[in-house]
């Protein structure tokens, strides 16, 4: 039963939480005493749980449903598109001032986001099975709540997202993600381990700390589902904005500053210089850069800590950066393509430890100073961590830790 199938009961339960009383609830939505009454009850019918204690003083939330509460506060807080005209609201309170977040709908979030993904009123209607007179009138009764337009409209290109309905659009998937993790919320309290986890990594950094991580954190919560997917940076911290996943894993930026995402180190990684068994290079005893200046590079792909270690590195060596530039995104690519060439690339030894160990590819005896990568986690700032986000966390940490120390090849530079 998705919380998000009720939001006329979840948001006046949410407000006289916020109020202490429906009458105060009733005044800051601009209903009636008896409607705020009535969507209350229903919840508790629908949760059969007692959300409220009642007194002469008021209404206090149970203290079994006061996470349920505070997360559906948080998610109806991301719906307030524009500040409160009001004075003297308390943090968290200024969605019920707000018409945006006190008037929409689940048809209206329906409507929304399949209009942003699909740009059109036609294709929406055929999506959700309801005509499109109906979906027109969602959109304009959407646009009512926000003040403006949400798209702009046109032949040529049918609907396009304004700025003010990209900012409507990514309160609104926060909005679904708060809710969502309320659903854990509320599975737990009959006694079900649930929920969901989507977690991004990014090329060439994770290695073994996340599978080690993911399969501990399973065996610990057997009902946890994780989905894993890999991505460009640009494309992950996106996604990640948006509440699409949850969390990144992979190598830092040092220069890192998006709005709502924080990052946190979890170990330094060094990069070698890689080749397949039996390269000439190789075979070398004494193994010097100048060896490598007519070698043909896989090279790491551009705007990543990669890229800048492998430029410093060739720069300090005298080495000129590769005419033909090879770049590939895939490791599996990236593996296949060093096994059947003579090409060179610079990764770390931990992301291929079962190829060495399978004497399929080989580090060289090179020293390479600094070429280090930090690795770490990125994630939403500000945020309630559910269950099995603190479990992922926490394992990441230890394994981190474990990691840390280890030379897991006894290979140079690894």
């Known amino acids: 039963m998705p919380l998000v199938d009720h939001l006329k009961y979840l948001r006046a339960a949410c407000a006289v939480s916020l109020t202490g009383s429906s ?30 204690d009642r007194s002469a003083q008021g209404m206090r939330v149970t203290p079994s449903c006061a996470e349920l509460l505070q997360r559906c506060v948080r998610a109806f807080q991301c719906l307030a598109i524009a500040p409160s005209s009001k004075v003297g609201l308390a943090e968290g309170e200024g969605w019920m001032a707000c018409r945006f977040a006190s008037g929409v709908g689940l048809r209206h979030l329906r409507v929304l986001m399949s209009l942003a993904a699909t740009g059109s009123e036609t294709v929406t209607a055929r999506q959700l099975g309801v005509s499109q007179s109906a979906v027109h009138q969602s959109l304009v009764q959407l646009e009512h709540f926000s003040g403006k337009k949400l798209f702009t ?23 679904a993600s708060e809710l969502a993790q309320a659903d854990e919320v ?24 996340l599978p080690v991580a993911v399969n501990r954190v399973m065996q610990a919560l057997p009902g946890l589902q994780v989905t894993v997917v890999d991505g460009t940076y640009d494309a992950l911290i996106a996604k990640l904005r948006d509440a699409e996943i949850d969390l990144i894993v992979g190598a830092l930026r ?7 995402l924080m990052q946190e180190t979890l170990f330094v990684d060094g990069l070698a210089v890689v080749v ?35 430029e410093r590195t060739l720069a300090r060596a005298g080495l000129p950066l590769p005419i033909a530039q090879l770049r590939v995104n895939s ?19 931990r992301q291929i430890e079962s190829e060495i160990r399978a004497d399929l590819l080989v580090v060289l005896p090179l020293a390479v100073p600094e070429a280090v990568r930090t690795i770490g986690l990125i994630r939403r ?34």
């Open 254 to 260: 040092p220069d890192f500053s998006v709005q709502g």
């Open 186 to 209: 509320l599975a737990a309290l009959f006694g079900r381990v649930a929920g969901r986890l989507a977690i991004g990594t990014l090329p060439f950094s994770v290695g073994p700390l």
């Open 153 to 175: 409209r046109s032949r040529q290109h049918g609907l396009r997202v304004t700025e003010l309905g990209t900012q409507v659009i990514h309160g609104c998937k926060l909005f």
């Open 276 to 310: 397949r068994a039996g390269h000439p290079l190789a075979l070398h005893k004494k193994l010097a850069w100048h060896h490598l200046a007519d070698a043909q590079w896989i090279m790491p792909m551009p705007n990543t800590p990669a890229q800048t270690v492998f």
């Open 23 to 52: 009458i105060g609830a009733a005044q800051a939505l601009h209903v009636s005493q008896s409607s705020v009454t009535r969507a209350v009850q229903s919840l508790e019918d629908v949760l059969q749980q007692v959300v409220f």
């Open 331 to 349: 490791a599996l690519m990236m593996q296949s393509m060093l096994m059947q060439s003579d090409r060179l690339a610079m990764m770390s030894p």
């Open 381 to 414: 700032s500000g945020i309630l961590l559910t269950p099995g986000m603190q479990a992922v966390l926490a394992a990441s940490r230890q394994v981190a830790s474990e990691m840390a120390g280890e030379n897991p090849l006894n290979k140079p530079n690894a």
